[in-house]
């Protein structure tokens, strides 16, 4: 494929990751990009998402800032979920003074809206769940979707996450079917509900606030500012230590009972029962997650599919930057591509440097965790009081360093990369 005029790009799913790269491959003259999305409309499950200044970098550059609005996550407040003792009050770490912006946790819709609103029209194509691709080794890809029409595309990419049905994870089960994920034991159920109902219950809706069990932990946070006629606000229940879910299928934005629910909160500070109570029946979302070996190439088939976002690295809600992840490889593959055309480079090397680029960022974000998860450890040995471990796991497991996420600037990025190769 050196020196084609237009390449066709397949882009699978429509979540934060494929509409972020379709927005960033269609502002490329000589790509020619579809985005498969397997849901009738635009769909976002889930409830609030925390956008740091990582994302702010990314959605300037995607030109999908404008409309991104939710609360400020300053002064967050880390309690016991069963005493309700306060253990600390930490200013946001991500509240950086290089963007005034700083980090917010805002509904999942407003960024959905604001990519949906930079995706050129007629490039999703939406009820086109893909069921099987077929590597046509210098002819391309074969896609074949449920409804039996099927397509040839030069490039994949497999931005079709983790989520729920059996055919869930298509293309990265299809280019790699020995790598399989496995229930890690936790589950959270999400939801957000009018703040103006919360406010009867002291100390809720005050702050973002973490409140930390044993076997859990419940987060609390405004979605909108103040300029919101009804704003709203989320409440997470996380469980630790769920039983594993039959049949292993992902389960992901399910609808949960408020009995289920209601029963992981019960050892819990009355102040959280109380806000608990307070969701209406049928509203809570049910997400378990998933996990498996780590990918240390996420590219293949002889570099003609990319795997982006938590279609190769579901990280369960860890670092809170998912989506930002997600954004930030789409648009590194489009200056790849962009690259690897300036110098007519097969476009096979487009996927070399975007693996080059985004696998050891991969693969720093998990050692950062296992050494949390070693420090946490040593913790759980070394202190006395449910109340030491806790301030432990907050100093060590939230706020240890990571400025390379919640500060990364992956225009700058870019352009060290570039920097680099060109010293060679
Ligand atoms: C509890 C929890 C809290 C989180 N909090 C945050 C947070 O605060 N901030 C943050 O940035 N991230 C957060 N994340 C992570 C974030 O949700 C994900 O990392 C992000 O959604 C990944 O985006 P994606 O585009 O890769 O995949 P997804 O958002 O999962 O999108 C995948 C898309 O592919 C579609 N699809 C799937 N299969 C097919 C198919 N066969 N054919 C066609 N389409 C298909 C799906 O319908 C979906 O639209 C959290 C995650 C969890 C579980």
Redesign the pocket.
């Known amino acids: 494929m050196v020196g084609r005029t237009l390449i066709n790009v397949a882009i ?7 509409l972020g790269t379709a927005i960033a491959l269609s502002q490329l003259p000589f790509v020619q990009v579809s985005l ?4 009738p409309e635009p ?1 976002e499950a ?1 409830a ?4 740091s200044t990582n ?1 702010w970098k990314v959605l300037d550059l995607l030109g999908a800032s404008n409309g991104v609005k939710g609360g400020s996550k300053a002064n967050t407040h880390q309690r016991n979920a069963h005493t309700g003792t306060i253990l600390s009050v930490v200013p946001s770490p991500e509240n950086s003074k290089a963007d005034s912006r700083g980090a917010i ?1 805002a509904r999942r819709t407003r960024l959905q809206s604001a990519l949906l609103s930079r995706v050129p029209e007629g490039i999703i194509r939406y009820d ?4 099987h691709l077929e590597d046509l080794a210098n002819d391309g890809v074969r896609l074949v979707f449920h409804d039996q029409t099927e397509t040839v595309a030069d490039l994949v990419v497999g ?5 729920s049905e059996p ?2 994870q ?1 293309v990265r089960r299809t280019l790699l079917p020995n790598h399989h994920l496995s229930f890690t034991g936790t589950i ?1 159920w ?1 939801v957000i509900v009018p703040k103006a109902n919360l406010a009867h219950i002291s100390d809720i809706t005050s702050f973002t606030s973490w409140w930390w069990g044993e076997t859990g932990h419940v987060y609390f946070s405004d979605v909108d500012d103040d300029s919101e006629e009804t704003p709203h606000f989320e409440i ?1 229940v996380r469980g630790y230590r769920e039983p594993e879910i039959p049949g292993k299928t992902v389960v992901w934005g399910v609808p949960a009972t408020n009995d289920r629910v209601e029963s992981r909160v019960e050892k819990y500070d009355q102040r959280i029962k109380d806000a608990v109570n307070v969701v209406p029946e049928g509203a809570w979302r049910e ?1 378990a ?1 998933f996990a498996g070996p780590r990918l240390d190439r996420i590219i293949g088939w002889e570099n003609k599919v990319a795997l ?4 190769s690295h579901p ?3 860890a670092f ?7 954004m930030e490889d789409g648009w590194i593959l489009a200056r790849a591509l962009e690259y690897t055309q300036s110098l007519s480079l097969p476009v096979g090397d487009a996927l070399e440097i975007f693996n080059t680029i985004r696998s050891p960022y991969y693969a720093r974000m998990y050692e950062h965790l296992d050494e949390s998860e070693e420090r946490l450890r040593k913790a759980r040995e070394e202190t006395k009081s449910f109340d030491e471990f806790l301030r432990a796991k907050i100093k060590y497991f939230l706020y240890g360093d990571k400025d390379f996420i919640y500060k990364n600037d992956i225009q700058k990025v870019w352009k060290d990369y570039i920097e680099a190769v060109g010293r060679h």
């Open positions: 699978i799913g429509g979540g934060p990751g494929g498969y999305e397997k849901n769909r889930g609030g998402i925390s956008l994302a946790r086109k769940k893909l069921i931005a079709d996450g983790i989520q055919i869930s298509i959270a999400r997470t997400f997650m982006i976002g938590d279609a990280l369960s809600g809170g930057s998912g989506a930002t992840f997600a």
